[in-house]
């Protein structure tokens, strides 16, 4: 069986209903059986015996008392009222909660009651759900990953609707859509889509919809859990999808006719098709001035070529066409390697190896020691490498200059991506001089160039002869550019 060939193991279906006990308050007990936060009270309202139940944790008890058990005992309505009649007195009249809904199935009260609602079982069988979920969240923060110089500092939490409530103060327009579906047979996560109409593609938002809709999994954990599922292709390493922890970058995506996707739980939204001018992006962008955004985003660009392609050529350089060097720097580097046992591929290896090595030593450690054991790895590993003739100064400075390119990237996953192309350039570099380098150029631009994502070449806007490095003073940038617009492709006047 291939990698990315599905494993018959057989069906995965889900069985409809999924609970076969009877809408009374027994049988929503026998579901949550064996669970120590599942409450049950019996409230007698009007000479009727009602049944409450709720998950400890997941509702405000202040809201179950004031909105539910208060009314419920002082109303004198209650008293004398016909059975037919007691579902919609309580809805309508006596009780205060704001969301008030009738229960018809077990499978749907079973999966409410763990969303911060509660259930008032009426006698008849009938029941009523009212929402008094707790609302915890995290408070609202700068951004971690895209820190801010200038512009809003509020950043995504994990609730779903604090995110879609920051979106709406960005854009508060009705034609903003918001779509939720429920994702995970056993997390039951809400999954939000968003996009504007009449400006987003609607064949790109029901593609999106469609796949969405079809994720059959059992829940989503982490963000990668949804972007793998978002993207078309699964033998790359680039992303086809960009997240952003920032509204405005969110809403500036939507604006642009993208189509955005939230998730409960997570702190990030994604925009959808990503292309490759979604990560070479920053907010930055647009808070400064053209010249000096179009600098940095140029900048950004030559950086990312820095960072592929000079591990690789000076190994093809020095290994392969040591001639093109001028004479001076080669009579430096041949000095400095006179006392080297390891062929010039195999001393550059080991430096991007341990450059990856200290990285990620300094990410999975806390904070200030990730940063001293970063700081002292990088001086006592390179300087003792160096004194003890395992590499030559040439390699150490290649090498930093490369790694320190790449974190000019905004989006660390397309900085991920680069980092492991550029090994393979360096091994291609080492085995076919500058030939095996530009043939392995061919592959990546080869590579980018058949990538898709939700039918919109990933190399957008260079394909489409819109450029992506230049960034149009802002009264001149009339029209929405970079993926193809649907209808309403005028920006401003």
Known sequence: MGLFEKPRQGPHPLPEPRWSQPLSADGLQAVYRENGDFRRRIVWAGGRELTLCYIEGLVRLERVSDYVLRPLAQ???????????????????VLYNVVTQACQSMDKLAADLTMGWCVLFLPGGQALELFVGAEDRRSVSEPNN?????????????????????????????????????VGRQSLTPVDVLWMEGIADPDTVERVKTCIDGMNIDGIRTTGDL???????????????????????????????????????????????????????????????????????????????????????????????????PVKLAQSIVRAKQEVPFSTLFEVLIMLLAFEVLQEAGLRLPGPVGQTVSILGGLVVGSAAVEAKIVSPAVLIAVAIAGIAGYTVPAQ???????????????????????GLVLACAVLLRHLSGLESFGVPYLTPFVTGEGGVVRRPLPFDRFRRGIPAWRNRRRQE
Do not use: H
């Open 227 to 325: 972007e793998e599922y978002l993207s078309d292709r699964a033998d790359t390493p680039f992303p086809q999808t960009f997240a952003t922890q920032r509204p405005d970058r969110f809403c500036g995506g939507l604006l642009a006719g993208r189509v955005g996707v939230l998730c409960e739980g997570q702190s990030v939204g994604w925009l959808l098709p990503g292309t490759i001018d979604c990560f070479f992006g920053a907010m930055q962008d647009r808070t400064g001035g053209w010249m000096m955004a179009t600098a940095l985003r140029l900048l950004r660009y030559v950086c990312m070529f820095i960072t592929l392609l000079l591990p690789g050529l000076y190994v093809a350089l020095v290994t392969f066409q040591p001639e093109v060097i």
């Open 146 to 182: 895209e820190p801010v110089a200038k512009g809003a500092r509020d950043s995504f939490v994990e609730n779903l609707r604090a995110n879609t409530a920051m979106v709406r103060r960005r854009v508060r327009v009705p034609e903003l859509r918001m779509r939720e579906y429920t």
């Open 413 to 435: 996953d397309f900085a991920n991506a680069l980092r492991l192309w550029r090994f393979l350039l360096t091994l291609a570099a080492g085995v076919g001089g500058l030939a």
């Open 75 to 93: 109303d004198g309505r209650l008293v004398g009222a016909d059975g037919a009649e007691l579902p919609d007195l309580l809805q309508k009249s």
